[in-house]
């Protein structure tokens, strides 16, 4: 049974390989049927093992390849328990809902296979990464999905922004792999292993001296895949990549790997203050920057990329206060939503001939009913409202903040803040997309075809009816990860009024978001009363431009390191290493001149020389000592 996780694991890649060797002679009707087929066959044979582990009451299964070194234990070994489980389902899940979407909206495109090709190699590396056994095999998977998400974010490489997207995506993830690495060099030096049973049960008898250094190591790989400040750039300019990638990509895959990392660690993370009060901090200010930086963007799809790098702060605000059940919860929901929403997106540009800025949009509810109605259940869940699906899993990671008591209050009224904004945002797009009115010519606009509008209505139904899987009143995920964190002490929602009370505050700063977005661009209530908001330019201006942090991250850290690295160039390297070589050069040069000059080519010359030189050996060997005593 074990050895069934390896097909989980293989299928994606293989048929990534087949569509790479038979590209050529694939038309887009094959490239379908191979594709689609291969992803449902994925999905069927991810729910079996789903379903075996659950019959077995979530008992792990570890399935070891082979071994690589024995001393220390290197082991290519895959891992299946609740929590791998889920995310295994989930991946396989939603990349065929994606595919099945991608038929429409690639079709006709020049590198029609090649998208599926990567698109496939892209499932199979994150499979790779949430199956491991070990930190080893996770950074395989880790990397490997760096490089599928660099070929996807510049699939049209010849558009010069995809390719500097795809390059900068690439770049700034290798900063936070390279603190990942050091994490897992100190985890091998002190445990002599990578295996995480091993690791784990290590932890919970002793902590390494240097425990609260290795979880800020790892921190920083998780930044980076996750997109956390200050390692969040990259991910609005992912937006490049073809739509369905950028669904893949921020849905259920690359950006849910450093929460995935994090609660698969935690065994060791809780007892590590410094790191859990890092990742709080970090998602804090990540969930607020980013609520702040969508709130005045007019690209519809940067909208929802930061709308997704504030969702990810919210996954670290969990994690930060021991939530990881919430975690993992909200990274369920929001995988639906935000794949809807995102989808929804591309059918939405789609129709509007690659329209991608929203003021030029409006007033497709009408021509778009379909999209408008999936978009708006997307719109409602992210915002908190119930019973949709994002209401249950923020619900819960604010309600388990506030649990924690002390400090963790004022992280609790700073969480809701950004939730209310969140709402605030999100209604912006929805009403200025579909509500709003225009004067633009959208005779030419249609609804989106069935095979996009179909993948919406199942993404639609998830964001409905997900959220039931674990509410207060039925822990049905609490149960499916209550092997994985069995040693783990996991903070809890508050019991009772407290509870109710937390629960209608967090749907209070949804609805007031959503009616404060209806007042303000529907109503256009500034303009009705006439109010004279202070400094509101230059607020719009600090939204737009992301609190010029990226202006900042590249006059420093692009334009900064370019200039000081002409100035080492020039100074250090061309008058010290450069000049020493040369002077040395120069010297011998001059010196063996000055020796030519006794090359007279005449023999009586030579004979004189030799001369000399013979009375001033006869005179050391005289002067030497004892020669003459």
Not at 250 to 257: D, E, F, L, P, S
Not at 459 to 467: A, D, E, Q, S, W
Not at 593 to 616: C, K, N
Request: net charge neutral; no cysteine.
């Amino acid at each position: 049974m074990e050895i069934l996780i390896l097909g989980v694991v293989a299928l994606p890649l293989l048929t990534s390989i087949f569509l790479k060797i038979s590209g050529k002679f694939l038309n887009e009707l094959l490239t379908n049927f191979i594709t689609i087929n291969a992803a449902l066959l994925s999905v069927g044979l991810s729910s079996f093992m789903f379903g075996y582990i659950f019959l077995e009451k979530f008992e792990p299964l570890k399935f070891e390849l082979f071994e690589w070194y024995p001393s220390p234990q290197i082991i290519i070994e895959f891992y299946l328990d609740g929590l791998s489980g889920v995310m295994m389902v989930l991946i396989s899940g939603l990349s065929l809902i994606i595919q099945l979407f991608s038929t429409s909206y690639m079709s006709k495109d020049e590198k029609y296979t090649k998208y599926f090709e990567y698109f496939n190699f892209f499932v199979f590396s994150m499979l790779l990464l949430v199956l491991s056994g070990n930190f080893l095999v996770m950074f395989f998977g880790w990397e490997l999905v760096g490089l599928s998400s660099y070929l996807l974010i510049s699939f049209w490489y010849e558009k010069k922004s995809a390719a500097k997207a795809g390059n900068k995506a690439f770049i700034l993830n290798r900063i936070g792999d390279f603190g990942f690495l050091i994490g897992l060099m100190m985890i091998l030096n002190h445990f002599q292993t990578f295996n995480f049973i091993a690791i784990f049960n290590s932890s919970l008898i002793s902590q390494p001296k240097n425990l609260d250094l290795i979880i800020l190591f790892l921190l920083l790989g998780a930044f980076g895949k996750s997109a956390q400040f200050p390692l969040f750039s990259w991910l609005p300019d992912a937006m490049e990549g073809p739509t369905p990638a950028s669904a893949l990509i921020h849905a259920a895959t690359m950006v849910t790997a450093g929460v995935f990392m994090l609660v698969r660690i935690s065994p060791m993370l809780q007892f590590s203050e410094i790191g859990s009060l890092v990742i709080i901090g970090f998602g804090l200010f990540t969930a607020l920057i980013a609520a702040f930086a969508a709130i005045n963007q007019a690209d519809i799809k940067k909208i929802l990329a930061y709308s997704t790098i504030s969702q990810l702060g919210f996954m670290f605000i969990a994690i930060g206060a021991g939530a990881y059940v919430a975690a993992i919860f909200h990274l369920v929901t929001h995988a639906f939503f935000k794949a809807l929403l995102f989808l929804g997106a591309g059918a939405v540009i789609h129709e509007m001939h690659h329209e991608q800025n929203i003021h030029k949009m409006g007033g497709l509810r009408k021509k778009m009913p379909i999209t408008s109605a999936m978009m708006g259940i997307g719109t409602l869940a992210i915002s908190g409202i119930p019973p949709l699906a994002g209401f249950w899993s923020k619900d819960e990671i604010l309600a388990s903040v506030f649990s924690k008591g002390g400090i963790y209050y004022g992280f609790w009224a700073l969480s809701l803040l950004a939730a209310f904004m969140t709402a605030f945002y999100m209604g912006r797009h929805w009403l200025l997309i579909f509500i709003k009115e225009t004067k633009n010519d959208l005779d030419n606009v249609h609804e989106a075809p069935k095979n996009m509008t179909r993948p919406l209505i199942i993404l639609g139904i998830f964001t409905i009816f997900i959220g039931f899987i674990n509410t207060p009143f039925f822990h049905g995920l609490e149960k499916v990860l209550e092997e994985t964190l069995h040693h783990v002490e996991v903070t809890h929602l508050p019991e009772g009024l407290t509870l109710a009370i937390l629960a209608i505050l967090s749907i209070g700063a949804g609805f007031t978001g959503l009616a404060l977005a209806y007042l303000i661009y529907i109503f256009d209530i500034i303009s009705y009363f006439k109010l004279r908001i202070p400094f509101l330019s230059e607020i719009k201006n600090l939204s737009t431009n992301v609190i010029y942090i990226n202006d900042f991250g590249n006059a420093v850290f692009v334009k900064g390191l370019k200039s000081a690295s002409r100035r080492i160039a020039v100074n250090i390297e061309g008058m010290t290493i450069d000049g020493l070589a040369n002077g040395i050069s120069n010297y011998f040069l001059k010196s063996s001149t000055r020796m030519s000059y006794a090359q007279t080519g005449l023999v009586r010359s030579y004979v004189v020389y030799f001369g000399l030189f013979t009375l001033i050996l006869i005179f050391i060997f005289l002067i030497s000592p004892g020669v003459l005593a």
